[in-house]
């Protein structure tokens, strides 16, 4: 999982990446008020970035996340792609898209154990912590980095991070094989990398073929318990 992050202004946030983007900065520079950066400066009204600050630092009512998906929107607006999007996974798309598949250098994304989740389930879940991920993709692009570059040095590091956490999960568990699934796993370029790298270690790959990675395969497992409660009633 990703560490936790304020979600300002609710399902407002996967409308307009510059929510996530604000809230990302407060979390990652631990600044209560960051600069408006650069390539969103023109779409951003500055009491609308202090309000969402506010939120960011938890001073309102903001919920908590680790949605990846809102990780995605978050440097996809950073990038200067889109601060507000027409339809839901919009922002990532698009950074999948210019990402430069060239590029093999990452930002960091460290590994960490949740001390609060161990202590109640006696394993080490694994959080991997994004904030110098976009304190250092935050640099990169204020030193002149272009966006592509900058977009595919984002997914190698989602990608080494989920294979580190992957990694550590099957040498616990005695574990050879590794399922990547949800929404993010739509995204090609990101699947691709991490299954190289886990593949690199001798684990086995799955990804879902038939049905969607995401809500649609959720839903299709929902509606196959009701079936089967509704049998089993009905016999």
Known sequence: ALNQVRLPGGDAAAREPWRMACAWLVESLREPEP???????????????????????????????????????????????????????????????????????????????????????????????????????????????EPPRVAARFHNALAHGVDEACAMAAEQHGLSLVVLSGGVFQNRLLVTRTAEALEGRGLRVLVPELLPPNDGGIAYG??????????????
């Open 35 to 145: 600069e408006i950066p650069q390539r969103l400066a023109a779409e951003v009204d500055p009491a609308a970035w202090r309000t969402v600050c506010r939120l960011a630092g938890g001073v309102l009512d903001a919920p908590l996340t680790t949605s990846a998906g809102r990780l995605f929107d978050a440097v996809a607006a950073l990038c200067g792609l889109r601060a507000r999007t027409s339809y839901e996974g919009q922002a990532a798309t698009l950074l999948e898209a210019i990402s430069d598949p060239r590029e093999i250098a990452a930002y960091p994304m460290p590994m960490r154990i949740d001390a609060d989740a161990m202590a109640a389930s006696g394993a080490p879940p694994a959080l991997l912590d994004a904030r110098e991920t976009i304190a250092a993709l935050l640099a990169d692009l204020e030193r002149g980095a």
């Open 222 to 235: 929902q509606a196959n318990v009701a079936a089967a409660i509704d049998e089993r009633g009905r016999g």
